[in-house]
């Protein structure tokens, strides 16, 4: 424990400089944020129990999850690790009086500071990014599982392994050699790695294989249901600020995103992809279907 304690609440440190921008509170306006936004809250939705019930938001950012699982009546709890990101969740609770966050605290993800079998859901919609080595991905994936009641949910979302060379060709960052240069180590490592001073390429990162996520959320010890895309191919729409305003345009991208979620030859397509998976009901790693050990 005092190995991990040297870490709390650390990451790469030019990470922390990017979301210190303040950029996170303002990621999911806009077209692309509100389609990210709508297609998560849309598959957490399917697996939720019925509120009341605990949900750990970790690194909950600025608190749009939480406070929406607030208003809907769940016991959410945030933790994430940037002073800034707490600031704006604790705004953001104070303006919904009556169905505010129960508590928003700093921690990491590899260190929870909640009790064993606490937890009706547990939220990894951030951190699988900034946790650029394995280990400590597993590390953290198994707090999500300490936490968890026995038959509790996990969704853990990461970053899409090809996320890079779909911006590139839709937003033409190629055009820039550097940019060049970073979605090609993406597709060799998932290392994402950002030299210039440029926010839209982001920030020092992980990238993930949608079987690699599967992988590691396995190792940690649970039971997969699915992983599914999130944006799906929708992230090709050159008009899609256009067609989203459009009630009718709206609901075929969203209905063509769903009917893809799941195809495995397509999940990667996409900006991010979710593993939904479960604490067996004996708190041990549990035996996917017609799959190997959790």
């Not at 929870?112 to 597993?138: A, C, K």
Request: include cysteine; proline fraction near 6%.
């Amino acid at each position: 424990m005092k190995n991990k304690k040297k870490q709390l609440h650390s990451l790469p440190e030019e990470a922390r400089l990017y979301y210190e921008m303040g950029l996170e509170v303002d990621r999911l306006s806009g077209a692309g944020g509100e389609l990210e936004f709508v297609r998560t809250k849309e598959i957490i939705n399917r697996y939720l129990p019925d509120p009341p019930a605990v949900v750990l938001d970790v690194g909950g950012g600025p608190g749009a999850y939480a406070c929406w699982l607030a208003q809907e009546g769940y016991e959410v709890h945030l933790t994430d690790p940037i002073a800034l990101h707490l600031e704006q969740a604790r705004q953001a609770s104070r303006n919904q009086p009556k169905s505010p966050i129960r508590s928003i605290t700093r921690g990491d993800a590899r260190e929870l500071d909640h009790p064993d079998g606490s937890s009706d859901v547990v939220l990894f919609l951030g951190p699988l990014y900034y946790l650029t080595e394995r280990s400590d991905r597993i590390t953290a994936l198994q707090e999500a599982l300490r936490v968890l009641k026995p038959g509790g949910q996990l969704m853990a979302v990461g970053i899409s392994r090809f996320a890079s060379t779909y911006a590139g060709l839709i937003d033409g960052y190629f055009a820039d050699p550097e940019f060049v240069d970073i979605a090609q180590r993406d597709l060799v490592d998932g290392q994402h790695r950002n030299p210039t001073v440029k926010p839209n390429y982001f920030t020092t990162a992980f990238f993930h294989h949608p079987v690699e996520l599967q992988e590691e959320v396995q190792e940690a010890g649970f039971s997969i249901k699915t992983i599914l895309a999130i944006e799906g191919a929708a992230v090709f729409i050159q008009d899609l600020n256009e067609q989203w305003r459009d009630p009718e345009h709206r609901k075929r991208i969203l209905d063509a995103v769903r009917w893809l979620e799941d195809e495995p030859s397509v999940i990667g397509v996409t900006g991010h992809i979710i593993a939904v998976a479960t604490r067996s009901e004996a708190g041990l790693p549990g035996v996917i279907p017609g799959g190997g050990d959790g």
